[in-house]
């Protein structure tokens, strides 16, 4: 096992074309660190550079004490499972786990041992003798896997692994890599655009956007306090709902904002920076929008766009007067009738209101 520093990493393709722009991380001997963003935000690259499939442009890399810049990525003591299986046809489960060994010229009878103990951990011992073209996608992955613990490295790597497989197997491969992860206990990082995977898999996770790692914490943390706009919007499903708003009053202890209409709405953050009239954004998640009731004399107004039924949960679509952007809220399954069409009355409740300024920085929620 070993950590893993970057240190201002950066990667150029051509002179103008920076697509790593100088991100620093230490990963934890033994943690399990999830890189998310959108396509084409950098976090296949760097799992590269770590990987020395990709050279490092500037800065250092350390895997251990050691400097691996410069290091073959044969001996850099990682293993990689890619997002294609990348399985040999003609050869079987246990022949596609022990190649890499074979060719390193590991004893025969080593090989069978680690071969042995890997099909036990992915409990696919009963396929050892199969061929690729008779085993399921999640079988086939297990066995990537299985070929990347046979040669126990240091640290794992992990570019969109389950990808390929249906929503299903994904769920069964989420459950199946957390509990590798408490039992090898070694370094893994693993990188997904999913962010279901990201929250139900990491220790930690670091969000990439542009090259640059816009915020780092537990999946907790980041859910609950997005450090900008784009962070509150890429993580949850649904997604954060973001509204145009205005400054009314703000300080220390609180915010109110106005909505269009004159909708005035109070969030709990410390809004000392704020002055009248500022421009700022909204944010609120879907399960935490209520409906009102009849005496509530802070309910605002909104009418039902689309109703999605999905057994413990209904998803409601509803529009605000004067809002732009069709909102969604998340009520329990057996708690609602409503339908399309109905007028409503919903509450956004103080303590779950979010901030973010004109550059898309958040306020620092109360709580």
């Not at 297990?142 to 992990?158: Q, T």
């Amino acid at each position: 096992m070993a950590s893993v520093k970057l240190k201002n990493i950066k990667k150029n393709y051509t002179k103008d074309v920076t697509v790593i722009k100088g991100v620093s991380l230490d990963i934890q001997d033994g943690e399990f660190v999830v890189f998310v963003g959108p396509s084409g935000c950098g976090k296949s690259t760097m799992l590269r550079m770590i990987a020395g499939l990709e050279d490092i442009t500037e800065g250092e890399l350390l895997i251990g004490d050691t400097i691996a810049n410069d290091i073959h990525a044969s001996k850099r003591g990682i293993a990689m499972v890619f997002q294609s299986y990348a399985l040999y046809p003609h050869m079987t489960v246990a022949e596609n786990m022990g190649f890499a060994l074979k060719l390193a010229g590991i004893p025969k009878a080593e090989v069978e041992q680690r071969v042995k103990h890997a099909g036990e951990i992915l409990q696919i011992t009963h396929l050892l003798d199969r061929k690729p073209k008779a085993l399921s996608g999640g079988q086939r992955q297990r066995v990537a896997i299985g070929r990347a613990i046979v040669r126990e490295p240091k640290v794992f790597l992990f570019d969109e692994p389950l990808s390929n497989l249906d929503a299903a197997l994904r769920l069964q491969m989420r459950v199946e890599l957390s509990k590798l992860h408490q039992e090898l206990k070694t370094t893994m990082i693993y990188v997904t655009h999913d962010q279901v995977e990201a929250m139900t898999l990491a220790d930690r996770i670091v969000v990439f956007n542009a090259g640059v790692i816009q915020q780092l914490g537990s999946p907790l943390e980041l859910y609950e306090n997005p450090s900008n706009l784009f962070v509150a919007g890429f993580l949850g499903s649904p997604k954060m709902n973001l509204l145009d708003a205005s400054v009314v009053s703000g300080d220390a202890k609180g915010a109110t904002v106005r909505l269009p209409k004159g909708i005035a709405v109070k969030a709990a953050v410390d809004a000392g920076r704020a002055k009248a009239n500022d421009r700022v954004t909204l944010g609120i998640r879907p399960e935490h929008i209520q409906l009102a009731s009849e005496a509530d004399q802070n309910a605002i107004p909104a009418r039902v766009d689309l109703i999605e039924h999905l057994g413990d949960h209904v998803l409601a679509y509803i529009e605000i007067p004067g809002v732009n952007e069709i909102m969604s809220m998340k009520l329990p399954g057996h708690s609602t009738d409503l339908k399309y069409g109905d007028a409503i009355r919903v509450v956004f409740p103080e303590a779950e209101c979010m901030l973010f300024d004109a550059e898309g920085l958040a306020f620092k929620r109360l709580r």
